[in-house]
């Protein structure tokens, strides 16, 4: 037997031969019958095959529309129904019905939404927590590691200056005996007697002192001219 | 190709969600009465034997859930096939993992294809029922789909989520293989 020499028309022999082609193509195609043996033989093969549908009991369809979820816009918005019949975890249909999209959506606690009370939760405790920092003078810093009050013993350095002339520099060094001081950024609650009588020693010492009271806590370095740096 | 019987189809289902969306719930019914027996026979096709009821049930439920992601570039009876391919496939990992042994491999015959012999009725039925027994999974596929369920290529490539030069080679080979089975 001879091949089919119009395959547009072979490919649509199925649906010919379900009778759901429109009239124009249903001419077309019976007018190719006519004059192909190949596609004469594949239609009695497809009415063959269209004829032996299995015959399935109808299903239930009270009970399947009574499974069914309710109308988006109708009565009950809640997702209170349907539930698969075999619930395998399955990727096939991966979105969900708007009724169940809104319920996920904006959870809210004493009425307030939880992202808030969060947020609020989260300034509360931070400030809190930098509160109790501050009050218990956590922030330590030994003499060692920060520029530290200064006693006024100075050497004099001559370097040589860029016009090729030398030039006397002074430069402060910490005296060896000045035991190390803690610095707080708290107030003055936070020192001893001893230190406070050690601090204040220094100030009167220092010739190059203001008329204004130096913060306790702000680190302080004295230099040939009295300023503070 | 024009197939004036599946415009039609697709046309009075848009009609019926959009009357579903807006809280009729007779839409519902309908498309359920329009679409059951065709998803029946095809979970028959696909050689379920059992729970058939159940399969279409959870086939509607879940179209109806997703009902959004409907697109109406092919036809809802499309849609609802490729969904409920997909719950065969769920259900066979699932009975596989438990040690049930199924064949899921879209290039092996399916064992429960026999099943249909106790439904067709005459002996020239039995026949074409024994040529199909004979195709591949994705032959018989094809072939049911194209010839007895009437969709076209690009549905199918849809449903069985391959190509449509893919579907129409499968269906040349199924045709070519079941015409000479009928004639020995």
């Known amino acids: 037997m001879t091949e089919c020499r119009s395959p547009v028309l072979q490919d649509m022999l199925p649906d010919y031969a379900a009778e759901s082609l429109d009239g124009v193509a249903m001419a077309r195609v019976r007018d190719h019958l006519a004059t192909c043996a190949a596609c004469s033989d594949d239609l009695v093969v497809l009415q063959l095959v269209r004829q032996a549908r299995p015959r399935v009991a109808g299903p239930d369809i009270a009970r399947i529309i009574a499974a069914l979820p309710a109308a988006p816009s109708g009565p009950g918005i809640e997702f209170t129904g349907p539930r698969l019949v075999h619930d395998e975890p399955s990727t096939s249909v991966p979105t969900l019905p708007p009724t169940m999209r809104r319920q996920r959506a904006g959870g809210t606690l004493f009425g307030m939404p939880v992202w808030r009370i969060a947020a609020t939760l989260g300034v509360v405790i931070a400030g809190g927590a930098s509160v109790l920092v501050a009050r218990r003078g956590i922030i330590d810093v030994q003499r060692s590691t920060v520029p530290n009050v200064m006693t006024p013993t100075e050497s004099a350095t001559t370097v040589a200056s860029a016009s090729g002339g030398t030039e006397t520099l002074t430069v402060a060094t910490p005296a060896s005996s000045v035991h190390s001081v803690t610095v707080s950024y708290g107030d003055l609650g936070d020192y001893s007697e001893s230190e406070l009588e050690s601090m204040i020693s220094r100030l009167e010492q220092w010739d190059g002192a203001t008329n204004t009271e130096p913060l306790p806590g702000v680190p302080i370095i004295p230099n040939a001219g009295g300023g503070a740096l | 190709m024009i197939d004036a019987t599946q415009q039609e189809d697709s046309r009075i289902d848009g009609s019926l969600i959009t009357q579903w969306k807006a809280g009729d719930q007779r839409a519902a019914t309908a498309i359920v009465e329009r679409h059951a027996e065709a998803l029946a026979r095809f979970a028959g096709r696909l050689g379920v ?25 092919s036809s809802l009876r499309t849609w ?16 596989a993992r438990r040690g049930h042994g199924i064949e899921i491999d879209d290039m092996h015959a399916a064992s429960g294809f026999d099943a249909l012999d106790t439904m067709v009725a005459d002996e ?8 199909m027994a004979r195709l591949t999974r994705m032959q018989r596929e094809v072939f049911v789909l194209r010839v007895q369920e009437g969709r076209s290529y690009k549905d199918i490539a849809e449903i069985l989520g391959s190509t449509e030069g893919a579907a129409r080679v499968h269906y040349h080979n199924a045709m070519r293989a079941v015409k000479e089975f009928l004639h020995d």
């Open chain 2, 49 to 73: 034997t059992e729970d058939i009821d159940e399969l279409v049930q959870d086939t509607f439920i879940r179209a109806f859930s997703a009902i959004d992601s409907f697109r109406a570039d």
């Open chain 2, 80 to 95: 609802l096939f490729t969904i409920e391919r997909r719950l065969v496939i769920d259900r066979r990992r699932a009975e």
């Open chain 2, 124 to 131: 020239a039925a039995e026949r074409v029922a024994g040529a």
